[in-house]
């Protein structure tokens, strides 16, 4: 002990001037303060480490819910061609079904045993000629050369569109 301490004599050491209580009670509080950081800072460890799994949940969820949205609409989809293709066949079959039946000789025959119809004889057919001469009406409106501005222009066109509906 006299390594550490320089004492002059036998007399016994004196407590006061190394303050040992002291010592120990700054010792005991430094450890604590050592444990509340530890004890912070793994708090801290714990928060981070619970925020990014939520972050890596969020994104994982986020993935899986734009797949499903995509198998939904494919699937949609799939069900809407296969839909189609049954249309077109269904609509094929009743287009060669009304060509069938729109057959000349099948209409002719049906007009004739199931409606009761005869062919018209010679004098009861009535020839009318309906050929027209082309020709085209050129009318000269120098009253539509006169209009100026977008009103005239407008109430021209609706007075056109007019005199077509009549």
Known sequence: MSKYYYTNGSSAYS?????????YTKKRINEEEAKKARAVRSAKLRLRAIASILVVFAVACTILYRNVIIIESSTEAQQLEEKLTTLQAANTKLNYELNKEVDLKKVEEIATTKLGMKRPDKHQTVYVD???KNYAEVKNNTAEKSLVGTFSVIKQKVINVLEYLQ
């Not at 407590?15 to 010592?23: F, G, H, P, S, T």
């Open 15 to 23: 407590l006061d001037k190394y303050d040992i209580e002291n010592y």
């Open 130 to 132: 309906v050929t027209q």
